[in-house]
């Protein structure tokens, strides 16, 4: 069987995964599933550098081939900040870190307000350097919330195409469409490869 440890807690991450890589035939596993409680935590400056520490790191404690991401929004008028600093940003509640990106972008009009979603994943087999594909998602920074759909700054979010916020899209319209659905695309052609390559067999711990 080949097995895929994908090095997140969120069970959301993990079903959108299996939509994505489901045709694959690869049996996806979370943290959860195989017992693994400890943290690797994300201690680089770039969502490269947290994704290598997180998939070297739970494959080192797993044994198994392990896929992990980093992602976060970047936006043009603040240099492409909060990015790497996405989940600390202003606060650690979604209404300290909306009012804190709000007033940093005061004043501007929308079409100063461009933004992006990026989504980074890492590989990580035994025995092989480890790869990386990424994903974006262009937007723009509403002047306040909409939608509650989601998670993190998704109701400020705004889709030109859609005619809405990302919080207003269904988990369904969002998982086609998001930078992490893009990442993990990209990611499967990686997996498709490694699976003609003969799948790694997990390393004895
Ligand atoms: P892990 O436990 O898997 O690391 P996380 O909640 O830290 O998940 P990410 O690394 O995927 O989330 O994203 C970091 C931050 O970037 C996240 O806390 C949000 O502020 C922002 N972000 C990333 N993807 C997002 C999305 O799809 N919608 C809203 N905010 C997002």
């Known amino acids: 069987m080949d097995i895929l440890l994908v090095?997140?807690?969120n069970q959301g991450k993990l079903r959108e995964l299996q939509t994505i890589l489901g045709d694959l035939d690869i049996t996806l596993r979370s943290l959860r599933d195989?017992?693994?409680?400890?943290?690797v935590d994300e201690t680089g400056n770039t969502y490269e550098e947290n994704a290598r520490?997180?998939?070297?790191?739970?494959?080192r404690l797993s044994g198994l081939p392990t896929l992990a991401d980093d992602s976060g929004l970047e936006v043009?008028?603040?240099?492409?900040?909060?990015?790497?600093?996405?989940?600390?940003y202003g606060g650690v509640t979604a209404t300290a870190q909306f009012e804190y990106l709000l007033k940093q972008l005061?004043?501007?009009?929308?079409?100063?307000?461009?933004?992006?979603?990026?989504?980074v994943i890492a590989l990580a087999r035994p025995g092989h350097p480890t790869e990386f594909v990424q994903g974006t998602w262009p937007g723009v920074i509403e002047f306040e919330p909409r939608g509650s759909y989601g998670f993190g700054y998704d109701p400020l979010f705004y889709v030109l195409d859609q005619d809405c916020t990302v919080a207003e899209l269904t988990?369904?319209?969002?998982?086609?469409?998001?930078h992490r659905a893009a990442a993990a695309r990209a990611a499967r052609s990686?997996?498709?490869?490694?699976?003609?390559e003969g799948w790694?067999?997990?390393?004895s711990l």
Not at 34 to 39: A, K, P, R, S, W
Not at 53 to 59: P, Q, S, W
């Open 171 to 178: 988990p369904e319209q969002k998982n086609a469409m998001s």
């Open 53 to 59: 520490l997180k998939a070297e790191g739970y494959l």
């Open 76 to 88: 043009a008028a603040l240099q492409g900040a909060p990015g790497v600093y996405s989940s600390t």
């Open 34 to 39: 195989v017992g693994i409680d400890t943290v």
């Open 7 to 9: 090095a997140t807690h």
């Open 190 to 196: 990686v997996l498709a490869r490694w699976q003609a």
């Open 106 to 119: 005061e004043g501007l009009p929308f079409h100063q307000r461009l933004a992006r979603y990026v989504c």
């Open 200 to 203: 790694p067999q997990p390393t």
